[in-house]
C-alpha cells in the first residue's frame, strides 16, 4: 500500500480477485463455490491478496479502488463492459442470478 495515499499496488489479477470478492458478498453469504471459481480462475496467491484487501477496506474504499483500478486495467466502455461480463459470470456461478445482485450488478454498470 502506497503510504501517503492508502492507495493499494496490485497487479491485474489481484484487482479481479478482490473485483469477484466483492461481488461473491453481495447477497451477505460468500459460497465456498464462488472461493474456489476465484482461486481457481486466478490462483491460491492472487485470492489471498485480493481477501486481504478486501478485509481491510471499508465499503467506500473498496468500492473507490475498484473503481481505480477498472479504469488503469480495463480503460473505457470496453474495459467496463468487460469487468461487467467478469462479475454477472461470477453471480452465476451458484447457479442463482438474485434479486440483490441484479441489483448490484446495476449499480456497478453506474458507477464503473
Known sequence: MNATHKTPTMSKDVFKALLLIYASYTDLEFSSVE???????LGHKNFHS????YSNFREYELLKNICNFRQLYYPGNEGKDQVLGMVKTHFMADGDFSKLERTQYD???MML
Open 35 to 41: 472461493k474456489d471459481e476465484i482461486v481457481n480462475l
Open 50 to 53: 485480493a481477501n486481504q484487501l
Open 107 to 109: 449499480f456497478l454498470r
